[in-house]
C-alpha cells in the first residue's frame, strides 16, 4: 500500500493517510459537487483554481490578501484578512495555478460573492478517482470543438476557389488540429475559454463570406476587385499567429515571450509567409493576405502595424470587431446583476447596455 503525506491545511498538524483511505474518507463526508452549482448559504465540497491572489492594504493600513477561487461556472473574489486563520496558509503555500480541494459555504453579499472556508489543501493524486480533471475548472466554448473545426475546414474547402490558396489554409488547419481545438481567442475580453479561437474565427469566417459575397456583387465593376479568396483566407487565418502568442496554464492562457514582444499579427504573417513557400502562390495574393493579417485589428492603438487598406482588410477588421463586440455584449447582459433597465459600466466594453424596461 502506498502511503501519501499531505498537510491538510485547517488540521492540527500534517496526517499521513493512504489514498484508499483518503478516497474512502471524502466519501463519507460531502459528495464531490462544484463551486458553480452552490446556492447561497449552501456548504459543500468542491474542487477550485486558485486563480489571483493579491497582497493589498485597507485605506486604514490593514493587509489583506483578495483571492479568487474559480472552476468553469463561478469565480469568487474575497478578502483573507490578516487575523484569519487562514492568513498564514494563504501566504506562503496558497499558489496562483495550484488545485484546491475546498469545504466552504458560499455566500452573496454586499461585496459580492464570497467563500467561507471550512477546509482547505491542494489536489493530490488521488482526487482523480473522485472525478478530478484540470479542463474542468476551465470555461469552454458552448460549442463542441471538434465540430467547430470541421465546419471551419468545410467553409474553407467550398468557399476559398483558388486551389493554390485553399490548400493553404487547409493544411494551416489540420497540420495544428490539436492546438486550435483548445486554443482561447483572448486572454479575457472575448471568447476567452478553451475553444474560443475557433468559436470566435468561424463566425467570422462567416461573416466575411457573406459580406464578400454580397459587396463583390454590389460593386462588380469595382478595379481591382473584391478578391472574395483573400477575404476568406484572410478571415480564417487572422488570428493564427495566437499559436505563437499564447501558451495554456491552468489559470488560462499567458503571453509567450515572442506573444509579449511581437504579438500575434506578426507571428501569423510569418506562420503563413512559411508555410506559402513553393506554393505557386502569386505575389499580389501573398501581399493581400499578409496585409489582412497584420491590419485586421485595424488602429494602431489597438496594435495593428498598419490600418486596413485594402477591401479584403476592411472587411476582415469590422467583421473581426463585430464579433469581439458582440460576444461582451452577451457576456455583460449574461453576467450582470445591476437592477434596472441598464446594466452597470463594470463590463468589457466599460458602457452601460439596455437590458430592457421589465
Request: hydrophobic letters at 40%.
Amino acid at each position: 500500500m502506498i502511503t501519501v503525506r499531505v498537510v491538510r491545511s485547517g488540521y492540527n498538524g500534517p496526517q499521513a493517510f493512504t489514498r484508499k483511505s483518503l478516497i474512502n474518507m471524502s466519501a463519507r463526508l460531502f459528495p464531490i459537487g462544484t463551486l458553480a452549482e452552490l446556492v447561497p448559504g449552501e456548504e459543500g465540497d468542491f474542487f477550485a483554481l486558485l486563480s489571483a491572489k493579491e497582497q493589498l492594504t485597507t485605506r486604514e493600513g490593514k493587509p489583506y490578501f483578495k483571492i479568487t477561487f474559480r472552476d468553469a461556472g463561478r469565480e469568487v473574489s474575497f478578502p483573507i484578512w490578516n487575523d484569519s486563520a487562514w492568513a498564514i496558509d494563504c501566504r506562503d503555500s496558497w499558489n496562483v495555478g495550484v488545485f484546491f480541494k475546498i469545504r466552504a459555504t458560499y455566500k452573496e453579499t454586499n461585496f459580492g460573492p464570497q467563500l467561507e472556508i471550512k477546509k482547505i489543501r491542494a489536489v493530490i493524486e488521488a482526487d482523480a478517482a473522485e472525478g478530478f480533471n484540470p479542463l474542468m475548472l476551465q470555461r469552454k466554448s458552448r460549442f463542441d470543438a471538434e465540430e467547430m473545426f470541421n465546419d471551419l475546414l468545410g467553409l474553407a474547402k467550398d468557399k476559398i476557389d483558388d486551389k493554390k490558396l485553399r490548400s493553404l489554409v487547409v493544411d494551416l488547419l489540420k497540420n495544428n488540429q490539436d492546438a486550435l481545438l483548445t486554443l482561447p481567442a483572448a486572454r479575457k475580453n472575448h471568447h476567452a475559454y478553451i475553444g474560443g479561437w475557433l468559436e470566435h474565427t468561424l463566425s467570422v469566417a462567416r461573416t466575411v463570406a457573406y459580406l464578400a459575397e454580397k459587396y463583390d456583387e454590389y460593386y462588380s465593376d469595382m478595379q481591382p476587385r473584391l478578391d472574395k479568396n483573400v477575404a476568406i483566407a484572410g478571415a480564417i487565418l487572422h488570428d493564427i499567429g495566437k499559436l505563437r502568442e499564447y501558451e495554456s496554464q491552468p489559470q488560462g492562457a499567458v503571453y509567450t515571450a515572442e506573444g509579449a514582444l511581437i504579438g500575434h499579427m506578426l507571428q501569423g504573417r510569418d506562420i503563413v509567409r512559411t508555410a506559402i513557400a513553393d506554393r505557386g502562390l502569386s505575389e499580389e495574393t501573398m501581399l493581400r493576405l499578409e496585409h489582412v493579417i497584420i491590419s485586421h485589428q485595424g488602429r494602431p492603438e489597438w496594435g495593428a502595424p498598419k490600418i486596413p487598406l485594402t477591401p479584403e482588410a476592411m472587411i476582415v477588421h469590422y467583421a473581426d470587431d463585430l464579433d469581439a463586440k458582440y460576444a461582451m455584449l452577451y457576456s455583460a447582459l449574461r453576467d450582470d446583476k445591476n437592477p434596472g433597465p441598464m446594466t452597470s459600466k463594470k463590463n468589457q466594453l466599460y458602457q452601460q447596455i439596455f437590458r430592457g424596461l421589465e
